[in-house]
């Protein structure tokens, strides 16, 4: 089993910075790819970003792409994301999740998942 836990959500103002981790544990060996999801207020489940595990490949939504940075650090096995630039329709609750195979986009397609952290951006 795995198990991630995000960190670093907040309340920020419009035009603000924030940097959100997730730490792996149990069972990390299943863990390759990471990515970062998000749910906003009425809405579904929706790509962010997405890592290898070598971290030489990352993938971005359009709408984050610029603003957002994806990292990951595999001595520690996390995954953070660095946002700048925050928008109020940035807010969401924001979910880590991991799969055993290459960094896709689909969250159908990832088997583990965190509890989220809640980011507001505040205009």
């Known amino acids: 089993q795995v198990q991630l836990v995000e960190s670093g959500g907040g309340l920020v103002q419009a035009g603000g910075s924030l940097r959100l981790s997730c730490a792996a544990s149990g069972r990390t060996s299943s863990v390759n790819a990471m990515a970062w999801f998000r749910q906003g207020p009425g809405k579904e489940r929706e790509f962010v970003a997405a890592?290898?595990?070598?971290?030489?490949?990352?993938y971005y939504a359009d709408s984050v792409k610029g603003r957002f940075t994806i990292s990951r650090d595999n001595s520690k096995i996390a995954v953070y994301l660095q946002m700048n630039s925050l928008k109020p329709e940035d807010t969401a609750v924001y979910y880590c999740a991991g799969r055993p195979g290459i960094a896709r986009r689909n969250r159908d397609e990832y088997d583990y998942w965190g509890q989220g952290t809640q980011v507001t951006v505040s205009s």
């Open positions: 890592i290898s595990w070598s971290g030489g490949t990352t």
